[in-house]
């Protein structure tokens, strides 16, 4: 079974090259099958409603692009997209959007106007479609007379109307009192199981999540996590998606390394690895004692230094500024020695990119400098050479550590271990940083 929607590579960029640039989504990859009931869970801000939207074909990407059926919207005629639009999606707003001058009715049977279809078949259709809902006593009302529980109830039997494949709710239960939203979550869960309709719901109330299928988390634009619940995606297309052979290049070669370095690398990050991503990162390589907010704050910032938004004077000014006037908390010395050794570190970047002759020893004079080593002549050379094999994908992490921390006599360094280690992770954030 093929998936019913594929995402690939999908960034969203607001303003794209003005001061004011937004990013909303940052290359999301994700699969979804026939008969799934998926939630994008995250907090406000974080791009699951752009994300819901770019699956509606509402969202134009900046980069990347979204199939239906496995017709990619970049390849659909305008034909084909208005189709997939009045039959193959219906969607659900958390405003309810009804037309106030148009009866309930009226406004359920809308959809159906544009099918050329007759008034007598739509109403049929609307009457029954409302009944099933428990609202067809409200067919010959207007939208302010109804109550928010019965507003949403004509929203989805609008939605519905059309008989689409793939219903997408916005927020759906988010203008609803709690007797009001279980009912509407109810009926959402009963269209999934009972009509195998596929369901797409983004939602930030963690009380929600039990409804789905899949739960996929999303923070700064990105997918973080997935969880699944009832997983009804096709056995065959997991073990193929496992088990697909994949000519390796240099650069896959150089990416495995670095995912066998970082843990926590995401698969949906396979294809590049994120600004953000090198952010937190950076973050964690630098800081350890700092709280959660002062942390976020310095993240977003590091960030718009990678992006190259802003210079790293201005970072160091906006640390050192309060949380009150929209900085980071810190103090000046801190601001100042966190941004110096972030300057040395993105200055090797820099240099190994360019890929000079003298980057590598560069490289280790840096690496003396900053650990404060004290090597002969025959330590030197040896650590240039392992460096040269660490920048050439040659060795990984932990072959760098223990070439490191190996006595002289066994052809090593003959670093402490400690320094070793500090020494193998520097290493691994100036390659991750140097990646592109």
Known sequence: MEPLISIDNLRVIYNQGKSNESRALEETNLRIYPKEYVIIYGPSGCGKSTLLYSIAGLQKPTYGDISINGKAFSKMTRKETLELHQTGIGLIFQAFYLIPSLTILDNVCLPRAFRSQSRSEREKDGIQSLRRFGIVEQADKYPSQLSGGQKQRVAIARALVNKPQIVLADEPVGNLDSESARNVLQILKELNEVDEQTIIMVTHNPEHLAYADRVIHMRDGRVIKEEVNKDKRPVEAKKEEETRPVEETPEMRELSILMSSFKSLLPQQVNMLLVPYKAKQL?????????????????????????????????????????????????????????????????????????????????????????????????????????????????GQAELKKRLDAPVRQDGVGLHSQTAEKIARDVEIVMLLKYS
């Open 283 to 395: 973050l964690n390589h630098l800081l350890s004692d700092l709280n959660e907010e002062q942390v976020s704050i310095a993240e977003t910032l590091v960030r718009e230094v990678l992006f190259r938004n802003i210079e790293s004077k201005t970072l160091c000014e906006r640390l050192d500024l309060d949380y009150d006037r929209g900085g980071g908390g810190w103090n000046k010395t801190r601001a100042e020695h966190f941004t110096e050794r972030m300057d040395r570190i993105l200055e090797q970047t820099e240099s190994l990119k360019a890929g000079s002759p003298e980057s590598v020893s560069g490289f280790a004079d840096y690496l003396v400098r900053a650990f404060h080593l004290r090597l002969d002549e025959k330590q030197s050379l040896r650590l240039r050479n392992i460096l040269s094999l660490r920048i050439e994908s040659k060795i």
